[in-house]
Nanobody, 123 residues
Framework: QVTLVESGGGLVQAGDSLRLSCVAQGRTLDQYTMAWFRQAPGKEREFLAAINWTRDLIYYADSVKGRFTISKDNTLNTHYLQMNNLKFEETAVYYC????????????????WGPGTQVTVSS
């Protein structure tokens, strides 16, 4: 059984930066694709970024490309989302997720989810 736990959310002003962390507990996620999503009130869960086990395949949603960076430390079983120049409309609950297969941006294809961490961006 593997669980994911996010941290690093909080209240920031527009233009500020935050780094989210996601620790996988219970087992090493060999060959897993790790990703970040977010969900704002009344909206569908939105893909942000994904990275594969060997870190040579990285994908970003167009909405965050150039501002967000996904990375991972396999020795710590942790992956990160560095978010720069945050916007008011990016207020949401941010989730990390894992799947035992190749990249996809579909939330339904991910097997394991963290409980989420709230990010609030004030204008």
């Amino acid at each position: 059984q593997v669980t994911l736990v996010e941290s690093g959310g909080g209240l920031v002003q527009a233009g500020d930066s935050l780094r989210l962390s996601c620790v996988a507990q219970g087992r090493t996620l060999d060959q897993y694709t790790m990703a970040w999503f977010r969900q704002a009130p009344g909206k569908e869960r939105e893909f942000l970024a994904a990275i594969n086990w060997t870190r040579d395949l990285i994908y970003y949603a167009d909405s965050v490309k150039g501002r967000f960076t996904i990375s991972k430390d396999n020795t710590l079983n942790t992956h990160y989302l560095q978010m720069n120049n945050l916007k008011f409309e990016e207020t949401a609950v941010y989730y990390c997720a894992a799947r035992g297969g190749p990249y996809t941006d579909l939330p339904s294809e991910f097997d394991v989810w963290g409980p989420g961490t709230q990010v609030t961006v004030s204008s």
